[in-house]
C-alpha cells in the first residue's frame, strides 16, 4: 500500500532511510489537505444554494465527518458510495455534452486544436501538463492496490481512462462552451448561464449539484491514498506501529485519525483562506515528486533494467 511514496521507502533503506520518510511524509501532506479544502468548498456553494447563514467552517467540518465515517467502515463503502458520486458527476456531464453538440462551431474547434498559431511553444507545455495528470487515477489506484483481490491490471485500465476524461475531456469540452478567460475567473458563473437556459431555473440547482458531486467524488477518493501512506510508512517502520493498526473493518484507524486531526487543525488555522492549504499540499507533492524520478531510476539500475 502508499502509491508512488514507496519507490523511496523501498530504496532509501540503509543511510538515506530520512529521504524515505521525506518522501512519504511529503505524500501524506500532498493528499490530506485536498479533504479540508473540497469539504470548505462544497459547504460554500451548499450555503449559497440553499440560502443559508451556516458557518461554512462547521459545516465543513461536518461533511468532513460524513467522509471519514464512509471511509472508517472499509474499503468497500468507500467504492459504492464512489460509484453513487461518480452517477451524480456524470449525468451533468452529459447535459454539458448536449448543449455543446447543440452549439458546436467548426471554427472555434478549429482554434482549439490549432494552439500553435496563437500560443506557440507554451501551448504544448500546457497540454503536455493536463495529460500528465491524466496519471492521477493510476496514482490514487496504486495506493489500495495491496487491499484488491484479482488481476490488479483492469482497475488501472478504468482508472487511467476516468483520469483522461477528467484532465482532458472536460477542459477540452468547457473551452468549446465558453471563452478560456471567463472560465478561468469564475468557472460557475461561466456554466450557470448555460443550464439555465437549456434546462430553466432549475438548471442552476443541477450545477450546484454536480460541482458538489464532484467534490465529494475527489475528495472521497483522496482519502483513501492518504491514509495507506501513514499505513504503509508504519508498517516500514518510519513511524510508530499505531498507525498501522486496522480496525475490524480494515481500515487503519491510526492513519484516519491522524487526517481528521490534520484537516481539522488546517481549517481552523486556515479558515476561508484555500490557497494556502492549498500551499501546504503542494509542499508535499514538490518534496515526493522531486525525489520520484531519482529513486525510480535507482530502482531500476538495482534490478538490471536500467
Known amino acids: 500500500a ?130 500528465a495528470w491524466t496519471a492521477y487515477g493510476l496514482e490514487m489506484i496504486s495506493s489500495v492496490v495491496a487491499e484488491t483481490r484479482g488481476n490488479p491490471k483492469p482497475m488501472f485500465g478504468w482508472a487511467a481512462a476516468w483520469s483522461l476524461l477528467a484532465f482532458a475531456g472536460i ?45 465529494l467524488y475527489s475528495a472521497l477518493a483522496i482519502l483513501m491514498p492518504s491514509t495507506r501512506t501513514i499505513y504503509q510508512m508504519s508498517r516500514d517502520g518510519l513511524l510508530p506501529p499505531y498507525f498501522a493498526r486496522l480496525n475490524r473493518y480494515g481500515t487503519p484507524q491510526g492513519s484516519l485519525l491522524l487526517d481528521i486531526g490534520v484537516n481539522l487543525g488546517l481549517l481552523l488555522v486556515f479558515g476561508s483562506s484555500l490557497v494556502s492549504i492549498l500551499a501546504v499540499a503542494n509542499v508535499g507533492y514538490m518534496a515526493v515528486f522531486v525525489l520520484l524520478p531519482w529513486v525510480y531510476g535507482l530502482f531500476l539500475h538495482r534490478r538490471g533494467r536500467l
Open 2 to 131: 502508499g502509491g508512488a511514496a514507496v519507490y523511496a521507502q523501498e530504496v532509501f533503506e540503509g543511510r538515506s532511510r530520512w529521504l524515505a520518510f521525506v518522501s512519504g511524509w511529503g505524500y501524506w501532506l500532498a493528499w490530506t489537505p485536498a479533504t479540508a479544502l473540497n469539504s470548505y468548498i462544497c459547504a460554500s456553494l451548499l450555503n449559497g444554494t440553499l440560502e443559508t447563514t451556516f458557518n461554512p467552517t462547521l459545516l465543513a467540518v461536518g461533511i468532513m465527518a460524513l467522509l471519514y465515517a464512509l471511509n472508517w467502515f472499509g474499503l468497500g463503502r468507500v467504492i459504492a458510495s464512489s460509484y453513487l458520486l461518480a452517477f451524480l458527476t456524470f449525468l451533468p456531464l452529459l447535459v454539458l455534452v448536449g448543449i455543446a453538440l447543440d452549439t458546436f462551431e467548426v471554427k472555434k474547434f478549429y482554434t482549439l486544436l490549432n494552439t500553435s498559431s496563437s500560443f506557440g511553444a507554451l501551448a504544448y507545455i500546457k497540454w503536455f501538463f493536463v495529460i
Open 171 to 215: 477542459p477540452f469540452l468547457l473551452a468549446l462552451l465558453s471563452d478560456a478567460q471567463t472560465l478561468q475567473n469564475d468557472p460557475f458563473m461561466a456554466l450557470r448561464p448555460l443550464f439555465v437556459a437549456y434546462l430553466g431555473p432549475q438548471g442552476a440547482t443541477l450545477l450546484i449539484l454536480f460541482l458538489v458531486a464532484a467534490l
